[in-house]
């Protein structure tokens, strides 16, 4: 099984050669009401080395999102309903509201009432300087995760000619509810700062909160090299993470990355993603491979991806890790 699914990640390379550059983009009217959404359907068969048993679990997840845009009002909602089973446990069902805010003002200055997600950070498998967001999953961080109550107020200025392209002041504040308590669980943070400063050709966040501060950045090295790294200190603990993102011409994506999380794991991660082997339309080639560098635990997971443009797309995996070994396969309907 772990051949297989390394002879996947050399196929990526392989597949560069064949591959021509494509980009397709659709341009949409603003609407009043406008809404979106997807059905997700995960399907995983272990085999557990440890305890020598076949497990299957299934994970469905129903998504919605929303905006409403009609004079003052401006009203973003996320929701996720999940049905989760596994042979040996009963089913499980779950309704979260991953979002609700009302947004006032524009993208020069704008104002936020609601349960939020932030995106702050560079990295694609983890972000030290999330102070105020739940972990991705590294697996699939662009996934919807569940935000926290919050005001959230950002100012941005644009300079003509200077050291300074341009800036961003953003400030938040968190009220002490039942569903910020897991953020109030690892910090004593319930305000933020965070300034952002373009400089020439390299992004810089500067981010303090009540007993937390970091520091991340991202800049474009090369024609299709872009380097990024994170610092942070929270209640007496540092993390920090240094990665890279390359893009060939052929798109061939790989991401590398290296970090030491709060809870001290030293973890490698990396991602390789070859759009359109062989010169096939719609589909995709990956690879994820994330690894403590301590305890010497692993996981693993490569296969492919097809989108049959009509809202449906499909996603199958070999998986490995220290703990077992099986196959992955996502349904997904878009709307």
């Known amino acids: 099984m772990r051949q297989l699914a390394l002879l996947l990640f050399s196929l990526l390379l392989l597949a560069e050669e064949y591959d021509e550059f494509a980009f397709e983009g659709d341009e949409f009217e603003k609407k009043v009401l406008d809404y979106q959404g997807y059905i997700r359907s995960e399907n995983t068969f272990l085999y557990s080395d440890r305890e020598h048993k076949k497990i299957a679990k299934t994970n469905n997840e129903f ?13 973003h ?10 042979e040996y446990d009963s089913a499980q069902t779950e309704s979260i509201l991953n979002a609700l805010y009302q947004r006032f ?4 200055q704008s104002l936020s009432i609601g349960k939020e997600v932030l995106r702050w950070g560079k990295g694609y498998a983890y972000s030290p300087v999330a102070f105020f967001e739940r972990p991705k999953d590294p697996i699939y961080p662009e996934l919807s ?33 039942d569903d910020n308590d897991p953020l109030f669980e690892h910090t004593d943070s319930k305000y933020g ?5 373009l400089l020439d ?9 009540d007993d937390a501060y970091g520091i991340d950045f991202s800049t474009n090295a090369a024609e299709g090299l872009e380097l990024h790294g994170e610092y942070a200190y929270k209640a007496s603990e540092e993390s920090y993470l240094a990665g890279l993102r390359f893009q060939s011409s052929g798109d061939l994506t790989v991401i590398a990355e290296y970090m030491k999380t709060f809870n001290q ?3 490698l991660y990396l991602k390789m993603t070859q759009k359109e082997p062989f010169s096939l339309l719609y589909s995709s080639l990956y690879g994820v491979y994330i690894d403590d560098v301590d305890t010497g635990t692993y996981r693993l997971q490569a296969g492919g991806t097809y989108d049959f443009k009509n809202g449906i797309a499909a996603d199958l995996a070999l998986i490995e890790s220290d703990q077992g070994h099986g196959i992955k396969f996502i349904l997904y309907y878009y709307f």
Request: hydrophobic residues 40%; charged residues 25%.
């Open 77 to 86: 909602a996320d929701y996720s309903f999940f049905y989760r089973h596994t």
């Open 201 to 209: 050709q390299t992004d810089i966040d500067l981010i303090i909160g």
């Open 63 to 75: 998504n919605l999102k929303a905006d409403l845009d009609y004079k003052l009002i401006n009203l």
């Open 265 to 267: 794991d030293k973890l």
């Open 105 to 108: 003002g524009d993208e020069r």
């Open 145 to 177: 995760r569940e935000g926290y109550w919050m005001a959230h107020g950002k100012f941005t200025r644009t300079l003509d000619g200077g050291f300074i392209d341009n800036y961003t002041v953003t400030l938040l504040g968190l009220p002490d509810v």
């Open 193 to 197: 700062v965070k300034l952002y400063l």
